[in-house]
């Protein structure tokens, strides 16, 4: 069974960057299309971007596009998104997901969850 693990979170201000990793184990993530996702308090879980098993597509959510970069290295068998400008809507549990099929910003087609990553914006 495949395991993600996403580290990287923390406190930043505005303006911020942050890089966070999702990690797998137990398997590879070679043919795992990767979600990243978000969830504010009270809020419902957000899809923000997706990237294919190869790298070869890649999708935002509109409130990060131009913002955030996903990417990914198998030979690591580690997914990563890079934050940059944060803003303090950007604050929530940050969480990677895998499926095998098409990448989705729906969150209950997904297999695999992580545990999530804390990321609060705040001065």
């Known amino acids: 069974q495949l395991q993600l693990v996403e580290s990287g979170g923390g406190l930043v201000q505005p303006g911020g960057s942050l890089r966070l990793s999702c990690a797998a184990s137990?398997?590879?993530?070679?043919?795992?299309?990767i979600g990243w996702f978000r969830q504010a308090p009270g809020k419902e879980r957000e899809g923000i971007s997706c990237i294919s098993t190869r790298g070869g597509k890649i999708n935002y959510a509109d409130s990060v596009e131009g913002r955030f970069i996903i990417s990914r290295d198998n030979a690591k068998n580690t997914v990563y998104l890079q934050l940059n400008s944060l803003k303090p809507e950007d604050t929530g549990v940050y969480y990677c997901a895998a499926k095998s099929t098409s990448c989705s910003a729906s969150a209950g087609l997904y297999n695999y969850w992580g545990q999530g990553t804390q990321v609060t914006v705040s001065s």
């Open positions: 137990r398997r590879t993530l070679d043919y795992y299309n």
